[in-house]
C-alpha cells in the first residue's frame, strides 16, 4: 500500500471531492458518531457548571475539546482536528484567566479560528491535505 493509504482515510468520506450544499442535504445525514458524542458532552458539561466550580468545567472542556481534536485527527480530518485545537485554546484561556486585552484576544481569537476551521473543513473549503495521490508513471 507505501505512503498512499487514501483508501483507508477516505473510506469514511467516499464523496470528499464533491461540494457540499447546506441545502440539499439533512444535517443528520452530515452528522457522525463524533459529532454525536461532542454535542451530549457538551451538554452534559453545561449541565455539571450548575453544580462544579467555573474553572474546574472550563478544564473539564479542555480536555473533552482535546479528546474531540485527536478522535478528528485519527478519524483523517485534519482541519477538523485544528479547529478542535484552537477551541482548547479557549477553554485554556478560561482557566488562565489572563485579563484585559489578553483574555479578549486569547478567547474570541482563538474561538473564532476553530469555529472557522470547524465550518471551512465541513463545507470543504479547505484543501485535502491528508491524502496522497499515487503518480501515474509509464
Known amino acids: ?66 479528546s474531540l481534536a485527536s478522535w478528528r485527527l485519527y478519524d483523517g480530518r485534519p482541519w477538523e482536528a485544528l ?12 482557566v488562565t484567566e489572563p485579563g484585559g486585552a489578553v483574555f479578549v484576544a486569547g478567547f474570541f481569537g482563538s474561538m473564532a479560528a476553530g469555529v472557522g476551521l470547524l465550518f471551512a473543513s465541513r463545507l470543504e473549503w479547505l484543501p485535502d491535505v491528508w491524502t496522497l495521490e499515487e503518480s501515474v508513471s509509464n
Open 1 to 66: 500500500m507505501g505512503l498512499t493509504g487514501s483508501t483507508e482515510l477516505t473510506a469514511a468520506r467516499p464523496d470528499r471531492h464533491t461540494f457540499f450544499d447546506p441545502l440539499e442535504t439533512d444535517i443528520q445525514e452530515e452528522m457522525d458518531h463524533f459529532d454525536w458524542i461532542a454535542v451530549v458532552g457538551f451538554v452534559l458539561l453545561t449541565a455539571s457548571s450548575l453544580a462544579i466550580d467555573g474553572i474546574v468545567v472550563a478544564a473539564a472542556f479542555g480536555g473533552f475539546l482535546l
Open 83 to 94: 479547529g478542535w485545537l484552537f477551541l482548547v485554546g479557549s477553554a485554556l484561556t478560561l
